[in-house]
């Protein structure tokens, strides 16, 4: 008899039920599941969480704590002290979640996984408003600097 191909979708309900996780496509479409097997399914996904959540966190370190030689010093540049001090709350908030991370990754609990990724789903709306504002500003930073040097070269 063949083994039944993995269907994430399928093993995603079936632990959902049992932990009132949140819907999977709405999930899967913030944060990109790419899981081939079962084995620790919900550990797995809040990795996965935890990874994207993770990029942005050292976004928001870099401006607070930006380094000379690093890249992330011109755009730190463009953030006032009232955005550092939002950036600063955002990043304690952002640093529970990499901490309780890094307790699950070392103590792993089903029961706390599906915790975990219940709670920084519900976080994440806020979470992504915030670097939806910090990306645009960034973005801003290069483009006024392209823009000041374009007048200089033609002007």
Same mark, same amino acid.
């Given at each position: 008899?063949?083994? /039944? /191909?993995?269907?994430?979708?399928?093993?995603? /309900?079936? %632990?959902?039920?049992?932990?009132?996780?949140?819907?999977?496509?709405?999930?899967?479409?913030?944060?990109?599941?790419? %899981?081939?097997?079962?084995?620790?399914?919900?550990?797995?996904?809040?990795?996965?969480?935890?990874?994207?959540?993770?990029?942005?966190?050292?976004?928001?370190?870099?401006?607070?704590?930006?380094?000379?030689?690093?890249?992330?010093?011109?755009?730190?540049?463009?953030?006032?002290?009232?955005?550092?001090? /939002?950036?600063?709350?955002?990043?304690?908030?952002?640093?529970?979640?990499?901490?309780?991370?890094?307790?699950?990754?070392?103590?792993?609990?089903?029961?706390?996984?599906?915790?975990?990724?219940?709670?920084?789903?519900?976080?994440?709306?806020?979470?992504?408003?915030?670097?939806?504002?910090? %990306?645009? %500003?960034?973005?801003?930073?290069?483009?006024?600097?392209?823009?000041?040097?374009?007048?200089?070269?033609?002007?």
């Amino acid at each position: 008899m063949p083994k /039944e /191909e993995f269907n994430l979708k399928k093993e995603y /309900e079936s %632990i959902s039920k049992k932990y009132k996780l949140p819907d999977f496509e709405a999930l899967n479409n913030e944060f990109e599941f790419n %899981i081939e097997k079962s084995n620790f399914l919900l550990r797995n996904i809040r990795r996965r969480m935890f990874d994207k959540m993770s990029w942005f966190l050292r976004i928001v370190e870099n401006i607070i704590f930006p380094s000379q030689s690093h890249l992330l010093a011109y755009e730190g540049s463009f953030f006032d002290e009232e955005k550092r001090k /939002e950036l600063t709350t955002l990043h304690k908030k952002m640093m529970v979640f990499d901490r309780l991370a890094l307790l699950l990754d070392t103590n792993p609990n089903d029961a706390e996984d599906a915790g975990y990724i219940k709670k920084l789903y519900k976080e994440w709306p806020s979470l992504k408003k915030s670097m939806l504002e910090i %990306i645009s %500003i960034i973005k801003k930073s290069w483009e006024s600097d392209l823009k000041e040097e374009d007048e200089k070269y033609f002007g």
